[in-house]
Nanobody
Framework: QLQAFGGGWVQPGGSLRLSCAAS????????VAWFRQAPGKQREGLAC????????YYEDSVRGRFTISRDNAKKLVYLQMNNLKPDDTAVYFC????????????????????WGQGTLVTVSS
């Protein structure tokens, strides 16, 4: 099971780091991804990372501002979010899968079968 945490309120231009914790061995998952869902919008894939952490992909909406990383020893996957904008306001979810289908473009929720509860990020002044 997965659990996302670290959300909160931040002013535009600010930063937050989200964490995704795995209850079992995170090495069981080939890829881990971050998604978000804003009110009234579809769930959007943001970034994904492979088991070793050497391979990662980003959607255009966050490339250059967000960084995904993982610490397998701590069973954590992170999403460092910089230069946040009001449009980044959403509930953020982490998800994982074991077969490798999720690592690549597009970062699609259908390729992930393990989901954690989301954490709310609010960007406003």
């Amino acid at each position: 099971q997965l659990q996302a945490f670290g959300g909160g309120w931040v002013q535009p231009g600010g930063s937050l780091r989200l964490s995704c914790a795995a209850s079992g061995s995170i090495l069981d998952y080939t890829s881990v991804a971050w998604f978000r869902q804003a009110p009234g919008k579809q769930r959007e894939g943001l970034a994904c990372i492979g088991r070793s952490g050497d391979i990662s992909y980003y959607e255009d909406s966050v490339r250059g501002r967000f960084t995904i990383s993982r610490d397998n020893a701590k069973k954590l996957v992170y999403l460092q979010m910089n230069n946040l904008k009001p449009d980044d306001t959403a509930v953020y979810f982490c998800a994982a899968e074991r077969l490798g289908y999720g690592l690549g473009y597009p970062i699609h929720s259908a390729n992930y079968d393990s989901w954690g509860q989301g954490t709310l990020v609010t960007v406003s002044s």
